[in-house]
């Protein structure tokens, strides 16, 4: 996000910083984008503008909606870690070989399907993804998934990719969401727009 483009509609004082979002890629941007601006146009309309990474800025609004979801208000969030070591555990309990089915592969093939919006029925259900497994050295991928989601929702736990997964469903399947939330931005701005991926479009395209 060019800096003086949001620091010159800021100082146009014909919109509310309230009703601007904007969105970077990592933390270190963000941070930096939040600096800059507040230099630019004081710390007091910086402060006003919903400025974050997509992650961070989804959760605050995943936590004022998380009982539609089924998730409580403080859902914690997994790192890689904590994800692959949930993995370990649904590769026990299935009596999976960990030499097959390594925990970093199949932890990168449920983020993949995630970040393409496929939940667990869906994958269950589309032929395509069955025959590519049944393919491959990793037949039982589903079970997998399956499993690492419902240990994470009985836990009140989502993961990194959970975030732009479960944004989507809330904007898809609440109208009141979608209204309340979309209806505060008036504009917004998100940075190296073009590396956005299929759920960051989506969810953008729905805002």
Not at 57 to 67: E, G, N, T
Not at 118 to 127: D, G, K, L, Q, S
Not at 149 to 155: D, L, N
Request: with cysteine; charged share 25%; hydrophobic share 40%.
């Amino acid at each position: 996000i060019p800096d003086e483009r949001l620091a010159r509609m800021l100082r146009a004082g014909r919109i509310n910083p309230w009703n601007i979002l904007a969105i970077t890629f990592t933390n270190k941007a963000a941070g930096e984008m939040k600096e800059r601006i507040a230099a630019m146009v004081g710390p007091y309309k910086a402060r006003k503008v919903s400025m974050g990474t997509f992650h961070s800025i989804f959760i605050r609004f995943l936590r004022d909606y998380s009982a539609s979801l089924g998730y409580p208000e403080n859902f914690t969030i997994y790192d890689t870690q904590d994800s692959i070591s949930a993995i370990k555990v649904c590769l026990k309990e299935l009596e999976l070989d960990e030499k097959i089915y390594k925990p970093k592969s199949v932890l990168g093939r449920i983020s993949r399907v995630k970040n393409d919006l496929i939940t667990v029925n869906e994958y269950r259900v589309r032929p395509e993804f069955a025959q590519a497994d049944l393919r491959g050295p990793m037949p039982r991928l589903v079970d997998i998934y399956e499993r690492y989601q419902g240990k994470m929702k009985i836990s009140g736990v989502m993961d990194f990719d959970d975030i732009l997964m479960q944004m989507n469903v809330l904007l898809r399947d609440n109208p009141q969401a979608l209204s309340a939330i979309s209806g505060r931005f008036s504009h917004i701005l998100v940075d190296e727009y073009q590396d956005t991926n299929f759920a960051q479009y989506t969810i953008l395209r729905r805002l």
